[in-house]
């Protein structure tokens, strides 16, 4: 048993984590983050494609998925405004890019990870890699008990172990397991922010294929997410900014069966439909092929021509007039079949979690276990692509050690 009893053990060395280590050091608290990986930060090192999109300009409750009186809470606690400032006066310099998405003016992730390593140990906390915490008991303490056998005790403990995605990068079922030995109940982790497997074979004739497009999520035959931007077209089915930015919406539905989706490849249009009709009136004389030369990607343009059921060899003018209307109407709505999202080493967050109706909102402290704190990807929250999931991390950390530091 290690001698020294610490005022906070904290249980991963992620972003939630080293936040919440470096404001409870700073304010006097004797704290350890027990990290079970060689080093720190490994997941903030692969965010963003290994730039860190650490924050957005538009953070705000609508970007998030799970319980919105918490996401609403911490963001009140924790702002864009508050989390630029914080970063900045950690010294890094920051720019922003389009959508509001905030990075390192370095372009690489090793500086975001750096800068908080160090302002952790600066501000007096401690950091233990190589120790894996695989129980943890409460009695008038916290016991810890790493996977070496050593023991750690703390009058305070805080669950930062992030989710089971992205296992490479450290993503583990350990923190549900610890959560669960303390009282709490967790709803099954998913994959999120992964791409999508379709049910369409015939997607994957357009393998490589690059395209601006809105996506759509449909249960009950109402639009329940959408997404705007770039979708690439896979073996599987579709990946990119826009499959990513509904995937979750597809993770939590897929528990009831296959999920039915809609993609518009003119999203940039008002009314896509009066468009074609228009295009159609006006190149009447063209066969299929050409009149979707100039709008669509050559090799999308002949899947849908086949999909639509137009004569290859007969102009617009000659199709059948239930032709002309699926012309007009599919590329705006074309049905597609979710059936899976990618496999958890393709997940860069997780739909599920522990039960968020057993943390209190304000402060992120166990309502099952006093004392406790659980923060970050651990509960069951998820944002959207584009910086949004670092930054409910960074805002639940700050949010916990301000209740952490108060005197009991």
């Not at 004739?205 to 690059?210: K, Q, Y």
């Not at 199709?319 to 899976?340: K, N, S, V």
Request: proline share 4%; with cysteine.
């Amino acid at each position: 048993m290690n001698s020294v009893i610490y005022d906070v053990i904290i249980i991963g060395a992620g972003a939630s984590g080293l936040v919440c280590a470096r404001e409870c050091a700073r304010h006097g608290q004797k704290t350890l983050v027990l990290e079970k990986e060689s080093s720190a930060a490994r997941k903030i090192l692969v965010s963003g494609n290994g730039r860190c999109n650490l924050t957005n300009s538009r953070v705000s409750p609508a970007h998030y998925y799970g319980n919105a009186e918490l996401v609403r809470n911490a963001l009140t606690h924790f702002p864009y405004q508050a989390a630029y400032a914080y970063f900045t006066d950690l010294g890094l310099l920051l720019v922003e890019e389009g959508l509001g998405r905030i990075f390192p003016a370095t372009g690489k992730s090793t500086a975001v990870a750096e800068t908080l390593k160090l302002a952790v140990l600066e501000a007096g906390a401690q950091i233990r890699t190589n120790t894996e915490a695989v129980r943890v008991k409460k009695g008038k303490l916290f016991t810890v008990t790493a996977a070496n056998a050593e023991r750690f005790e703390a009058r305070k403990l805080v669950l930062a172990c992030g989710s089971c995605a992205y296992p490479q990068a450290g993503g583990t079922q350990r923190g549900y397991e610890l959560a669960k030995m303390l009282g709490h109940s967790v709803n099954t982790p998913r994959p999120a922010l992964s791409g999508l497997c379709l049910k369409e074979t015939a997607f994957a004739r357009l393998t490589g294929i690059r395209s601006q497009v809105r996506v759509s999520v449909l249960e009950n035959n109402r639009v329940s997410d959408s997404a705007e931007g770039e979708i690439l077209f896979t073996n599987y089915g579709i990946n990119g900014p826009a499959a990513l930015n509904v995937s979750s919406a597809v993770s939590r539905a897929l528990k009831h069966g296959n999920v039915a989706m809609e993609i518009n490849f003119f999203p940039q249009l008002a009314d896509g439909p009066a468009f074609l009709k228009a295009r159609a009136e006006r190149y009447a004389g063209r066969k299929p092929k050409d009149f979707f030369a100039g709008i669509l990607h050559e090799n999308l343009a002949n899947l849908l021509i086949d999909f639509i059921g137009l004569r290859k060899t007969i102009p617009i003018s000659g199709q059948t007039l239930h032709t002309l209307e699926r012309m007009c109407t599919i590329p705006c709505r074309w049905p597609a079949t979710a059936t899976a999202l990618r496999p958890w080493n393709e997940a860069m967050a997780a739909t599920g979690g522990v039960k968020t109706e057993e943390i209190n909102y304000n402060t992120f402290e166990s309502l099952k276990c006093p004392n406790l704190y659980i923060t970050g990807e651990l509960l069951d929250v998820d944002g959207k692509s584009g910086g949004f999931n670092l930054h409910f991390a960074w805002a639940c950390g700050f949010t916990a050690a301000g209740a952490l530091s108060k005197e009991n």
